[in-house]
């Protein structure tokens, strides 16, 4: 199987920077895409980022060019450094990987809270 575990959140404030990362284990030959949603307390889930297999890059309007998704295949790790942070993207933010012999993977969770 997959197992992903996350690390990197914590407390930032406004117009601060902070990186994610997202390790995978197990069959990681067998994933072709990964990345990262959000959930704020109230809200509903959103998705954020998404890398694919060939590098192909796409994320939600509401972060485009202040976060970016990026990976580092010798160490199976997926990344989201995000900068120019603002209030409203606290959130848990969980990285997920999709593995043709494990459907979709999911990590633990990181917080993310930013504010003064």
């Known amino acids: 199987q997959v197992q992903l575990v996350e690390s990197g959140g914590g407390l930032v404030q406004p117009g601060g920077s902070l990186r994610l990362s997202c390790a995978a284990s197990?069959?990681?030959?067998?994933?072709?895409?990964r990345g990262w949603y959000r959930q704020a307390p109230g809200k509903e889930r959103e998705w954020v980022a998404t890398i694919t297999w060939n590098g192909i890059t796409n994320y939600v309007d509401s972060v485009k060019g202040r976060f970016t998704i990026s990976r580092d295949n010798a160490k199976s790790t997926v990344y989201l450094q995000m900068n120019s942070l603002k209030p409203e993207d606290t959130a848990v933010y969980s990285c997920?990987?999709?593995?043709?012999?494990?459907?979709?993977?999911w990590g633990q969770g990181t917080p993310v809270t930013v504010s003064s």
């Open positions: 197990g069959r990681i030959l067998s994933i072709n895409r």
């Open positions: 997920y990987a999709d593995s043709t012999a494990a459907g979709r993977v």
